[in-house]
């Protein structure tokens, strides 16, 4: 028995735990996935946004600027890579230069601090790989790129250092209710039960919407394709770059990432299937095309990996966000498309303050005292110095063992990613960065795979990439060629 369940722990639902974590509430996070980050919040673009492409007066509006400023005080409270690098739109001719007025009189009604036209040529005096043909730009100081493995791992973590939990591997697949009341939610795991249930499922809310009786709004899932290049091409440019939106949406963006891969994209390609996340060759010309704009010499040859991403797009282009008034109790969190990353504290902010409008009378929220709002990330050997790698190599020597040598990831990572509830080689791929550099795992798999089936006494041969039945191993070659199986 529960006070909340929340379905879902994407940014949004991470977010709304740790929020609700201020109270004391017996809070219940459930998620089909076997790691997190594992919806639109694992495969994005990362940015928090600026705040000056949403219409005045929409949810988006109403959450972006306040969750900007969230994300720049919390990346220090709960130790997230931020990197503070800024934004500009770029526009190449008048029609462009044009549009950059609207999103400047926009980025001032949201309340987005800062937001300048500048020229073309004082862009590229910071920016000099960009194309010479940008006549004039958007800049926005307040923007940058998160970290969005550490962002959704630290807010989960911190919900759960505050009395959280976090069913992974648990399939919500119905929503209990009685007499017009929500009881709670049935999943692959059993009843969770509990009289207040938040969707925040991602592609999926409108699904789960669906179990409460609400089909006022259906999710459209559109795909964005990516390219992630090497870490070495990270100083080709210093902030993010968006091409001018159009109807067809924001365009194509090349961006470093907080680590300082290069990278561009998304596509954004409507799809019947949510959970479709392939790149294709003409998703990803599409790409390439609408980088090489931006950054005519775009070094595409230092590709490492392609990948896509999900959004929740909604019709009405806006956040789906609402308590229903039958059956009590159930909390529509849907819908969250971009920027969704950016707007999720603030969000979680004000389901906070929603609950206790709506329903004091289902759940006591008296303040949490003993809350602690710090959160300390696994460390990060490869951006220490000496001495400091020296001092946590003499107290643990597992962290003198290097297991992912493009990212310099530590043994001693690994274990403590373990600790923290890894299960799977791309749950310590998302909480250590192992396997995510230029050999993208080819080195480390192994070794991640052997400590994992060590440290939590799995046979080697039932160790998972990502759940399920993603086994890496799945018997002994030449027992395959007695088969006749190859
Ligand atoms: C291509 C792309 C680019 C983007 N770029 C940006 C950006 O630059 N900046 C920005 O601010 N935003 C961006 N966004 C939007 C942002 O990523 C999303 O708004 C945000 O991640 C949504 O988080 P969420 O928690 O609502 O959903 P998700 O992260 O999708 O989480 C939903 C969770 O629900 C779980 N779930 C679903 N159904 C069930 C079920 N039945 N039972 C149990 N669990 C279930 C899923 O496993 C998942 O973990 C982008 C999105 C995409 C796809």
Known sequence: MYDIVIIGSGITGSSIARQLSKYKLRIAVIDKASELPAGASRANSSMIHGGFDDKPGTMKAKFCVPGNKLWHRLKDTLDVHLDECGSYVCAFNDDEVRHLEVLLQQGKANGSPGVEIISGDKMREKEPNVSPGIVAALWSPEAGIINNFEAVNAMIESAQINGAELHLETVATGLITEGGNVRGVSTSKGDFLAPIVINAGGVHSGEIASWAGDTSFRIIPTKGEYFLLDRSTGGTITSFLFSCPSKAGKGV??????????MAGPTATEQLDPEDRSTTPEGLAEVLKGARRLVPNFPVNMNITTFAGVRANTESGDFEISALKTPRGFVNVAGIKSPGFTSAPAIAEYIAELLQEEFADLATFAPNEKFIPEHRNIPRFLYMDMAGRKALAENDPAYAQIVCRCETVTEGQVLEAIRRGARTVSAVKMMTRAGTGRCQG????PRVAEILSRELGIPLDQ????????RLLVGKTKEFLLKGAV
């Open 463 to 470: 160790i998972t990439r990502h759940g399920g039945e993603s």
């Open 253 to 262: 963006t090349v961006l470093r990432t907080a680590e300082g891969n290069l």
């Open 442 to 445: 080819g080195f480390c798999c």
